[in-house]
């Protein structure tokens, strides 16, 4: 018997009030309204909302263990953390470390992504600027290398999906050509550079472009020095790049975040999470790759000797988290924080199986309460976590 799930079902024109959605093996086979479906195969009427399941195109682990760091055991944990919390797709992102350390974690990811547990690997690093490092260990941050990422690239087999570099990083003409020959998103981020170096640098390349958690890792926005955030707004509402955004309330405030969908619009943002080990743990200590984390209140900062706040460690939510909060905080509506929390992401990685609920994808999706707490995460369409209202 096919199962029917009926609600609200958010799709990418907009939301059915009184949806529904037929499954079979796994795939979205009919979407629409309850009123073209027979009477006698539906399901009582219901105030579930139904959205598609998560992609997360920038995570450095959660449930305490890291993909900077962690075994290939831990890496798993940290991958079922986020499926629980609605990621039904996700990135495994590093960060700055040695040659060495990059290919080891290459080596130990692959598994991992030959499996499915992940989709690729996002390595943010180690082409980044130093003056605005963030949470990376500035010793590992080197000059744009193409020998060096040709290695990384051949080490990883076709299973690094992003990179993040600085704009103004050595030779980013080549290292742009590098990675979308490889089918690799170009995300730039951790960068100092001033608005015309960063616009060119969005517009080298021939694949995929993106920006990475734009207003975090760049030099804060002004009116006569417009700067990364300017030239990243820009090009994200022209349509020619996707900016990430971390709107968990700590990176970014709400009114920020609906702001850049006013400007740039769901098509060219994509909801992250740029989590680490401590997301959905207690406060702590932590480590993001070598940096010790302290967190506290939930937020991570880099632990320092003297116990000052340090400079934001990456994220302890999940995308899911930042999905619900655009739409209870920022005012986006229902369908476009969707778009951005799923759609945006899948297409940004090519992913055209999923992403959205329509016929013949996969049955990604979440279940949620009226409310919008989630109640239930199908990947597949199996079930693969229920949970109860937050």
Partial sequence: MTPLLRGTVVTPSGAIDDGVLALVDGVIAEVGPASAFPAA???????RVYVPGMIDVHCHGGGGFGFPDSDADGARAAAAHHLGRGTTTMLASLVSAAPEKLLERIATLAPLVDDGTVAGLHLE???????????????YIV??????????????????????????????????????AAGAVVSVGHTAGDYDTVAAALGTPTGPVSITHLFNGMHPMH???????????????????VAEIIGDGVHLAAGTVAMVFA??????????????????????????????????????RLTTPDGTPGAIA???SSVFDVFSRAVRYSGVPLADAARAGATTPARLLGLTDRGELSAGLRADLLELSADLDLLRVLRGGVE???LSPA
């Avoid at 009116?223 to 790049?241: I, Q």
């Fill in 41 to 47: 195969t539906l399901p009582a009427p219901s105030d």
């Fill in 143 to 180: 000059d744009g290398d193409p020998a060096l990422l040709a290695t990384l690239l051949d080490a990883a087999g076709g299973r690094i999906r992003s990179m993040t570099v600085a704009a103004e990083t050595a030779h980013f003409d080549v290292l742009a050509q590098q990675l979308s």
């Fill in 125 to 139: 690093g180690p082409f980044l600027a130093r003056e605005v490092c963030g949470a990376q260990d500035p010793r």
């Fill in 384 to 386: 693969v976590s229920r």
């Fill in 314 to 316: 990456g994220g302890t």
């Fill in 263 to 300: 400007t740039v619009g769901p098509d060219h943002v994509t909801l992250v999470s740029d989590a680490m080990q401590a997301a959905g743990m207690p406060d702590g200590q932590y480590s993001l790759g070598p940096l010790q984390v302290t967190v506290g209140d939930g937020t991570a």
């Fill in 223 to 241: 009116h006569r020095h417009p700067g990364a955030v300017g030239a990243a707004l820009e090009v994200a509402a022209e349509g020619r790049a």
